[in-house]
T-cell receptor, first 108, second 112 residues
Framework: EDQVTQSPEALRLQEGESSSLNCSYT??????LFWYRQDPGKGPEFLFTLYSAGEEKEKERLKATLTKKESFLHITAPKPEDSATYLCAVQGAQKLVFGQGTRLTINP | GAGVSQSPRYKVAKRGQDVALRCDPISGHVSLFWYQQALGQGPEFLTYFQNEAQLDKSGLPSDRFFAERPEGSVSTLKIQRTQQEDSAVYLC??????????FGPGTRLTVL
């Protein structure tokens, strides 16, 4: 059974303090690993897709990396508007399996 | 362009009532997915359509849950005889490729 575990569950940072979120996964036949951002009361917003180990993608202050067992979402010099829940998901067959998310708070 | 829309955004039902939740996918998206999200958890897969065909309904928690997409566009998730444990946010997503899914804002269902 495909599984995704995200850590930490919650992370509080000061503005400008860089850090990383972890997503550990087990999946039979990885077709893609996805990162989403979710703000309170809204649906998940697509950020990145990673397809194979060694792949990296960047968008503004975010960079996602992928190994055979885990993915990291690195956030560099975060701003308060980066506060949200970050969700990781893996796709094996058709079904997307999500982790429970990391709730990130950036204090000004 | 327009994203995925869902209606209603909020629904309060008395235990035992039937509810219907609507999803309008991004125009032209062949794949449509329904998820259930409990408070503080990630979304959990319910069912998947490719055009009008329901290809996977393995995540539907009971036979009280039913989904349809008769013309391959708009989809409806119906829950019969609602129970308190059905309270959650129901998310719809659509995709042109079956991989990158784009989510709607969700319907928050509260069963009293």
């Amino acid at each position: 059974e495909d599984q995704v575990t995200q850590s930490p569950e919650a992370l509080r940072l000061q503005e400008g303090e860089s850090s990383s979120l972890n997503c550990s996964y087990t999946v039979s036949g990885l077709r893609g690993l996805f990162w989403y951002r979710q703000d309170p009361g809204k649906g998940p917003e697509f950020l990145f897709t990673l397809y194979s180990a060694g792949e990296e993608k960047e968008k503004e202050r975010l960079k996602a990396t992928l190994t055979k067992k885990e993915s990291f979402l690195h956030i560099t010099a975060p701003k308060p508007e980066d506060s949200a829940t970050y969700l990781c998901a893996v796709q094996g067959a058709q079904k997307l399996v999500f982790g429970q998310g990391t709730r990130l708070t950036i204090n000004p | 362009g327009a994203g995925v829309s869902q209606s209603p955004r909020y629904k309060v039902a008395k235990r035992g009532q039937d509810v219907a939740l609507r999803c309008d996918p991004i125009s032209g998206h062949v794949s449509l997915f329904w998820y259930q999200q409990a408070l503080g958890q990630g979304p959990e897969f319910l069912t998947y359509f490719q055009n009008e065909a329901q290809l996977d309904k393995s995540g539907l928690p009971s036979d009280r849950f039913f989904a349809e997409r008769p013309e391959g566009s708009v989809s409806t998730l119906k829950i019969q005889r609602t129970q308190q444990e059905d309270s959650a946010v129901y998310l719809c997503a659509s995709s042109s490729t079956g991989y990158e899914q784009f989510f709607g804002p969700g319907t928050r269902l509260t069963v009293l």
